[in-house]
Each structure stands twice: as structure tokens, then as C-alpha cells.
């Protein structure tokens, strides 16, 4: 078993090499196709808002409606087979992520920030379009974006893996439209296993979950 911040040398290669296996050059896009489809999922990311919560009349939800068909036309006039993937330098921020990626609109506005030693953190702001409960967010997306979370400790630690494990305890409910933290800690790592620590708080500071997850280097 090795302390935390202690990493194989050779276990980042091995991840880099099994995602080399996987990325194709045509899902590489050009900085400036990045740079453009990140603006437009921000936009979409505010027209999602605007529909969980708008109110207009039914003929004016038609039009739009109708609008938002004409523009995914436009969109799809040239269509790749698979999501673009950007450069992967163990932390897992693939382009397209449904956590983390900032060309997909659905991905809730969280910026994750890999700390020294196998580390992770994040401070941000869910909305309405989030909600489970009532004024609260819902499990499966804490779950996610803790599951985001663990896996770039782990990387930041120089042993990333895959989620094999992914342990919640909610110890309340988390509410949204405020300020919520969320940090992660590597535990310990034995062979080509990776144990992590995270949690989320409310901005009084108390838990509202809390995540243990195992992540595991592939074998060749």
C-alpha cells in the first residue's frame, strides 16, 4: 500500500494509453470550432434554464419551438459519428462530458480545480433546472458531480483509474440557487487501486453528502 501523492510512474502512461486507443483524430476539433460550440452550449445552458422556468403563453412557446427545430437542422447539416474528445491529460475533462464538458449543455456549470498531492475542489452555483425535492438539488446529480470530482483527486494524485466503486451518504438535503463547495482527498492506493474522500457543503459549512469511491488503473 502506498501513502497518498505517491504514484507509479508508469500508471499515467497506462492511462494515457488506453484512451489513445479510443480517441480518433476526427474527434478532434479546432481551437476555434472549441472556442464557438463552448459559447453556444452557455446559451443553450440559459435557454434550458428559460424553459424549466418560462411562463409565456403556449402560441409563443410553439414559435420557439419551432425555432430551436430550425436551428438543430442547421446544426445537424454536418454531424460527427461520436462526441469530440479533446487532449486527455488524466483528469477525464473530455469536451463533451455530461459533467464537466464545456461544450455540452446539459453539464451543470462546475469548474473543477485539481490540487497538489491528489486533491480536487469546486465552488459553484446549481439552478432550478437541477431540482429533485423541492428547493433542493437532485441525488443523482450530487452523485455525478462527486463522482467528477473523486476521479480528478485521483488523477491530480498521479494515479487515475476508472470508477469501479462509488459510495454516497446524504446527510441532508442540498440546496440550489446558493453557493455550494465541494472538495476531495485521496486516501490511500494499493496497486492499481485508488481510494477517495469528497463531500459537498451548503454554505453554513454542514455536509449535505459525502462520497467514497475506488478507482482502478485498467490492465493492459
Known sequence: MSEAGTADPTRRNRIHEVWDRRILAERTLADDQVAALADLAGRVRALTDAVVHTRVPADEIAAVSAEVAAL???L?????EAPPIGSHDGTGRALASPVSGPLNPIAPPVDIEPLPGGGARAAFTLGGVYEGPPTFVHGGVSAMILDQLLGVA???NG???MTA???LRYRRPTPYGVRLTAEARVARVEGRKTWVDASIAAPDGRTTVE???MFVMPAR
Open 76 to 80: 445537424s447539416a454536418v454531424r460527427g
Open 72 to 74: 438543430t437542422d442547421r
Open 159 to 161: 494515479t487515475p483509474g
Open 154 to 156: 485521483a488523477a491530480a
Open 165 to 167: 466503486t462509488l459510495d
Open 211 to 213: 462520497a467514497t469511491a
